[in-house]
């Protein structure tokens, strides 16, 4: 039988909205223009003396709807008998008869939203009478709740004074009926069962990812809101190579959470910490949560399944196919669905498939996984799939055959450092002058510039400001350090707390066994290991360690449950909390045991990178010059690259040592692409600063790649570089400046770079606070405006006499467009996605109107 509850749901606004506007008066010429609140009582059409519908028209209205919701159902799967129909028609009747009668206002039932407004329909309504039964209390209810959905949407179309007065309710109410609409054509009828299940695993979903681990919070507050908790930053997506310095090879941005709304298929580059687990957690929840407001259409009626790759690929075994998703992630309800469900729901093409850390399994099995992808694509196209990985653990355009663009995640720019900065300080209950005073010092060191540049990275360096007092490290191994003595020892002794049955290890004690498990995980080129694995592990160090009789079981759950950095993420697994702290403490093990040339010998494994820059932090000054002079040896050209990182690690480095290092990372300079620009201003950071050329004496497409190479580096020292370039002829070279606006700090950048171009290029908006800094300049005249925005906010902030070519990256307001004639000189308006001709009607004549795909900088520049 089909589930009742999805049937009020599936009655299509087409067939909706015509009867709700039967209840109601027709509007004389300028009802539009009221600009009063009206009671709804006197709205309707059949009350009063002048009415034009009559009560047994109500009647009709009621029965057509619930006509409507049941054919939905298909034959012979109607969940209430003939008899039980009619009785909900004439309950829902008498309820919709409600509206003659209740003293509530338009605006205020606006306000009240769908659910409250349903049930002040329904007050004074008593049931008993119709002896409705479970379904068809359930399927009156449904009714009730799509009609008052349809009446409220009705209210904001018809009065301009209640769309102004209940702004965010109005457009939440048109995205809510928009998503009913995206929901009927996406959503197939359910039988009882799978709508029952999937249920109950959407509420697994917000239960499982509804939350991030923040370090350094204190024990009862480490479980972090996801949507308190979540950074929107932004993808970008890679040009192919040789592209770089041509007008039409610009580098788009979009924000991470939509890199699905214009491609089902993408393919996600980031490093360890910047947030792709995170991004994965959130597309997860949002689309388990049904929350249809979020104007993500995209995930609209859809079912995500979180598959991390660490947990799905064991070895000799294959990888799983659908019916086995739930149970090889180790969901607790994977025994609870319903025969053929995953494979029903993916036919339909409602799946979301969150693909998490193809880099986080071995080298020779990821042939295999590109093969199951491959063969899942095809086996059910029209789905949505997310696939992450670090950024060098797979050739470029690795599954491009297959259909996925790629997008690499961007490094956090100044403004979403101080929002996540603050964020945490008020999770954490911190005065704001504390987290005030971390960002001053981010802001003026480098050093610490350098280290904030992802989530993971910001949240170990507010903990440790505020463990430490205002006192901080200055360099990646000193903070790794820092962050481990906090979590491992400090909190527990100035908390006195102990470990589990007694048994409490030191700090040293805990740092070898921890850094034995890290190690032998890296060699053995994996990220995840049998319980039975680590307990062997654990059992051979007891000997060395002198700790009294106690046995590896009790060891064993001392360290996952005390240390912070070890966990069970399903029965019988081990790994770490973040692979971060596994190549920290593999690296200092290998250290320890002189396995420096097994550590350079691995130079061309992306898994290996970190571990062996933070060897090098680790290492002797001899040991860490030998591993560099090995490094850059002739045939090593990303052995060379990781030297040149290396010597921002290595404590003490000869003279002859860094200038062979320097030499060859010269000969990458200046890069001949935009990848290969990345990967320089990654590894050299400050020092290839000082290697590249310009501005005079170069080329067009060398200035361009140098400007890209200083905007990676994004420190105090890249922007000092950047003024040189501010009067620099090229087009390319002004325009990679002013998209490189959000890369710094907002106000600093301004005044020394975008008030110095000749041309005022695009420049990207997402706040109001950038609006202001742009009027401080005088105004722009080509601007983006990105995200959610406020009529109010772009006509009192943009200089009016400046604008000429708008951009908006978002649905646009219920107040239309007609607001634009506030622009006189606005020559052009691009809007993205589609636009109804009657707000496109409402664009000032004269001004050039397009609608694109993207209102990235390849659609808008030409």
Known sequence: MVDVTALGARVASGAVAPLVRRLFVRDGPGAALVDRPVRISALVSFRGEKRSVTPEDVDKVAGELVRRALKAAGPGEEPVDAAEATAVKDALARTLARLGEITVEDYEAVGLGPERFARELRANVRLAPYGLGADGLLLYERLLHTASLHILNFLTQRSTYVARQQTVQTQQLARLVQA????????????????????????????????????????????????????????TRPRAAGQAGRRNAEYPTVAAEQVLAGQDQVFVRGVAGSGKTTLV???????????????????????????????IVRPGAELPFPGDFLRAVGCPVAGEQPPGWVERVLRARRGVLLVDGIDEIAGDRRAAARRWL?????????????????????????????GFGERVLARMSQ?????????????????????????????????????????????MLCALHRDRRGFLPQDRRSLYEAALTMLLERRDRERELHGPDGVRLAYATQVQLLQKLAWWLIRNGRLEMDRAEALQIIGRALPALNLGGIGDEEVFHSLVLRSGLLREPAEGRVDFLHRTFQDYLGARLAVQEMDFDLLVDHAERDDWEDVILLALAHARPKEAEHMLRRLTEPGTPRGTLLAAAGLRYAAEVEAGVRTRVEKGLAAHVPPTDFQRAREVARTGGDLVLGMLPGPDGIDTRTAYLSVQTAVEVGSEAALHFLTRFRDHPSQDVQIALADAWHRFERERYAREILTHLPDQWYVEVTAPDDLRTLRSLGGWKRIVVRGAYRVEDLTALIVPERLTHLALAAPHPVEGLSWLSAFPRLAAVYVSGEVDATVAGQVPAGVRFETVASTESTHLRR
Do not use: K
Not at 384 to 401: G, K
């Open 180 to 235: 009913v609409d995206v929901l009927l054509e996406r959503l197939p009828s359910q039988s009882a069962e799978d709508a029952g299940f999937e249920e109950r695993y959407a509420d697994h979903i917000a239960a499982r990812y509804g939350t991030l681990t923040i370090y350094g919070l204190d024990a009862g507050t480490r479980e972090w809101p996801l949507d308190t908790a979540y950074l929107s930053l932004e993808a």
């Open 281 to 311: 957690q959130w597309l997860a929840v949002t689309t388990a949560g049904r929350a249809y407001d979020h104007g993500l259409t995209h995930l609209i009626g859809r079912v995500p399944f979180v598959l991390p790759m660490r947990r």
């Open 374 to 402: 491959r063969e899942l694509v095809r086996a059910f196209p029209g789905n949505l799939w997310l696939v992450t990985s670090r950024p060098s653990a797979v050739p470029e355009d690795w599954l491009a055959a297959e």
């Open 415 to 459: 403004d979403d450092i101080a929002t996540f900065v603050r964020r945490w300080h008020r999770a954490a209950g911190v005065a704001e002058p504390v987290g005030e005073s971390l960002l001053g010092s981010v802001r003026s060191t480098s050093e610490l510039n350098q280290l904030a540049t992802n989530p993971l990275m910001c949240g």
